[in-house]
């Protein structure tokens, strides 16, 4: 049911499929790649993720906005969606955290959404079909005209994001300054007096979430931009270094590529997520390939040797596993849903990485575990033991 006052609204894919129904938050047009999350919460930490740029999520959740939006689940400083879709919105949010209504915040950040669609409808399409371009308008209610925008659109194969969502300058994560919450203690929350261990952060699009996970291990923590060298990097002597999550085709962001091939030879603790794990993959002679709809929701399992993680998934590229097993590399977890590379690392040195999100926001915590060996390998570099990455 629109509102009162709703605007007409038209979404076309760059097949020609053609929906129409409302805006939500910011008039205009928009272009994007069209991708599905299945989850049935955390929409503001969605549209807040750097690994969502360039695309227009539709939530499969059938009423978005219930709860509103707030300072502190936000992935970063803004929405980084180029639209969102779906079924029904909820103008007037029920939560003690809500700020803002999600209508007035994408309206803000100039964000179109288009609701009053049949989005299962779209999801099945993309399902069948695989992900594709397309625009959202308020302006162009012209199907024709609007496609050819589309179709004008630079695909995601080959598209570098990264550059558009790295930090500009260098910085240290401040926890003080940062939202802290703590589920479960014995779970999530280390003990305080354990050394401090200096990490390096290569950001391709971090999640503030993952600052938080490592903070709270009691990690030193400097960002810096994806086009930092690997020499300006080991400057600041790391203990580790991790390698962030970030949008676009991994395979494009040369720089990160070769700068990771500089950083294998420090012999450093290295650990990557997302993007990062690709970005290590490619470091070490892996090829990635692009997934017909990608994964993108709460409860994928993840695992190997009959033990199981769910996990919190969110991108379009996966590892090639025929290019991961070699006499160095090992495939430590794999997606349970279709078998593609969740999960790799060094069987000789103490480097790793995973496709999914431990740090999750939102999402389970089965997998937090990550961070705790990461400090360990830390730990064991700087006190020559020697550690297993399990």
Not at 67 to 78: A, H, I, L, M, R
Not at 200 to 213: E, P, Q, S, T, Y
């Amino acid at each position: 049911m629109p509102l009162f006052d709703a605007i007409p609204a038209l979404l076309v894919l760059a097949d020609g499929t053609t929906y129409r129904g409302w805006s939500f938050g910011s008039t205009g047009t928009t272009i994007g790649e069209v991708v599905f999350n299945t989850g049935i919460t955390g929409y503001q930490e969605v549209l807040t993720d750097p690994s969502y740029c360039g695309q227009i999520v539709v939530f499969t959740y059938p009423e978005l906005g219930n709860t509103g939006v707030n300072p502190d689940d936000e992935e970063s400083e803004k929405p980084q969606v180029r639209g969102a879709i779906a079924r029904n919105i909820c103008n007037r949010p029920s939560n003690w955290r809500s700020t803002q209504s999600l209508p007035d915040y994408l309206h803000k950040h100039q964000i179109p959404g288009i609701y009053g669609i049949d989005t299962r409808a779209l999801t099945r399409k993309i399902r069948v079909h695989g992900a594709m371009n397309g625009g959202i308008s308020t302006e162009i209610l012209d199907p024709g005209e609007l496609l050819l925008r589309v179709q004008d659109a630079p695909n995601m194969n080959g598209l570098n994001l990264v550059k558009e969502v790295t930090t500009s300058t260098v910085y240290e994560w401040d926890q003080s300054t940062a939202p802290s919450w703590e589920f479960n203690s014995e779970l999530l929350q280390p003990n305080k007096k354990q050394e401090t261990f200096t990490v390096v952060v290569l950001d391709f699009g971090i999640k503030r979430n993952i600052l938080r996970r490592l903070a709270s291990y009691g990690c030193r923590i400097v960002v810096v931009p994806a086009h930092t060298s690997a020499a300006e990097i080991l400057n600041y002597k790391p203990d580790g270094i991790f390698l962030s999550n970030g949008p676009g085709d991994p395979s494009a962001v040369s720089e990160g590529i070769e700068t990771a091939k500089e950083l294998l030879k420090s012999q450093k603790p290295m650990f990557g997520i997302c993007m990062g794990h690709q970005i290590i993959g490619h470091a070490l002679g892996a090829e990635t390939f692009k997934l017909k709809f990608g994964h993108r929701g709460l409860n994928h399992p993840a695992g190997l040797k009959q033990k199981v993680e769910i996990t919190s998934q969110n991108h379009s590229f996966a590892i090639e596993k025929d290019s991961v097993q070699t006499a160095e590399i090992e495939i430590s977890h794999l997606n349970l849903n279709d078998s593609t590379v969740a999960g790799m690392r060094h069987k000789n040195l103490p480097i790793f990485s995973v496709q999914y999100h431990p740090e999750a926001s939102p999402g389970p915590h089965d997998a937090d575990y990550l961070f705790e060996k990461f400090v360990q390998a830390m730990h064991a570099a700087r006190h020559s033991d020697k550690v297993e990455i399990s």
